[in-house]
C-alpha cells in the first residue's frame, strides 16, 4: 500500500467525530480547522499539498496547493504523525450537524469524486485532487460548478455531510435523479450529467431550482439529505436584517406571539 493503514471509530449522532488511531510512524492529513483533539506524542505538522507521492519536488508542493485554492479550500492542509512506540489516537470533528462517511478507496478503485467542501481527512498517501467537468451545462447549472475534489488512492478518507446520508447502488444503466445540491460523491464509473426539469410551472413555481442532477451507474453514490448552502440560507432567512428585530413565529400576533412562543427577545 502507498497509504498508511489506520484504524478508526466514528462517535455521536448528529454531531460526530471521528478518531484515529495511529501506529509508530503512520500518519492522517485534515482540512484545516478540522482539528479536536490528539494523545501526547503525536507531532502536528503543515504542509503544502496533501503530502502524497504526486506532490514530491518543490514545483509538485506548490501545483498541490494551486489546486486547493481551485476548490476554495486553503492553502494548506495539516499533518499528524505518531513519532513514539505505541498506538496513539487524533480525532477529528465534522464542521456542521451531519454524519462523517468513511470512503476505503480500495472499494471504488482507487477513486471518488465529492463535492467541493467534503473532505474531512484521510490518511497519509492519499491523493486529495480536483475534478474538471468537461461538460458546460454541468459546470454551469450542477450546482457543485466546474470544479470537484477527487480523492484517489488506496487507504482510508472520510467525507463529512448534512443532515441524513443515503448510499445508492447503481447498476450498469441504471439512472438516479438527485437535487443537485444533495450529492455528497459517487464512485469511479459513476456518470454525472444534468437536466432540465421540464414544465413551465416547476420552473416558475417548483422551488426546487431548474435541474436535476442525472446519475448513471455503475457505481455508488451517496447523497445528504440537508446540504449546508439549505441550512445556512434558511437561517439567514429568520435572522434580524438591518439591526431590527428578529424575524421569528409570532406571526400577526408580533411581540406577543413571540412572548408566547417563549422567545423573549423583543
Known sequence: ?????IDYTIYGEEMQYVEIELDPQEGVIAEAGSFMMMDDGIKMDTIFGDGSQ?????????????????TGESLFMTAFYNEVIGKKKVSFASPYPGKII????????????????????????????????????????????????????????????????ARKELKLGEKLKIDTGCII??????????????????????????????????????????????????????????????????????GLGDLLDGDNNF
Not at 445528504?224 to 436584517?241: G, K
Open 185 to 254: 460523491g459517487f464512485s469511479k464509473g459513476v456518470n454525472y450529467d444534468i437536466e432540465f426539469v421540464g414544465g413551465i410551472k416547476n420552473t416558475i413555481f417548483g422551488g426546487e431550482g431548474l435541474f436535476f442532477a442525472n446519475l448513471t451507474g455503475p457505481g455508488v453514490v451517496y447523497i445528504q439529505s440537508l446540504p449546508f448552502s439549505r441550512l445556512a440560507n434558511r437561517v439567514l432567512a429568520l435572522a434580524p436584517r438591518g439591526g431590527g428585530k428578529s424575524r421569528g413565529e409570532g406571526s400577526i400576533l408580533g
Open 54 to 70: 504526486k506532490d514530491q519536488g518543490f514545483m509538485g508542493k506548490i501545483f498541490g496547493a494551486g489546486k486547493r485554492l481551485l
Open 102 to 165: 468513511p470512503i476505503d478507496l480500495t472499494e471504488y478503485g482507487g477513486k471518488f469524486v465529492c463535492q467541493k467542501d467534503a473532505f474531512l481527512c484521510a490518511a497519509k498517501g492519499v491523493s486529495v485532487g480536483i475534478e474538471f467537468s468537461r461538460k458546460l451545462g454541468r459546470g454551469l447549472f450542477g450546482g457543485e460548478g466546474f470544479i470537484m475534489q477527487k480523492l484517489e488512492g488506496d487507504g482510508m478518507a472520510f467525507v463529512h455531510a448534512g443532515g441524513t446520508t
Open 1 to 5: 500500500m502507498t497509504a498508511h493503514e
